[in-house]
């Protein structure tokens, strides 16, 4: 399972050990931004992990650029990301 980000990845984690359900061996479980809470629960969560400031220093640059420019062409950039494996996909 894929989730939006980490915070609701640990709440998935929680249900589905409610339920008795075995992560990752029933299900594997993986979040998005990485944070640091990601390593210290159980299981571990794997996570995309990206460069925040460097996304938020790209989006001001491109805000800026529109607003000196508003008639150009809206673009498509993407961000490098990192999959941090940890226990939550471990023999998946």
């Known amino acids: 399972m894929f989730c939006y980000n980490d915070e609701l990845a640990y709440g998935v984690i929680e249900a589905l050990k409610d339920e008795n359900v075995k992560i990752p061996e029933d299900v594997a479980i993986v979040g998005y931004d990485d944070l640091e809470f990601s390593k210290l629960i159980s299981p571990s969560l794997t996570s995309v992990k990206f460069d925040r400031y460097h996304l938020g220093y790209r989006a001001v640059e491109m805000l ?12 498509l950039e993407f ?14």
Do not use: K, Y
């Open 64 to 75: 800026l650029e529109r607003l000196e420019n508003p008639s150009m062409e809206p673009r």
């Open 79 to 92: 961000v490098d990301v990192d999959l941090v494996i940890r226990e939550s996909t471990v023999g998946v």
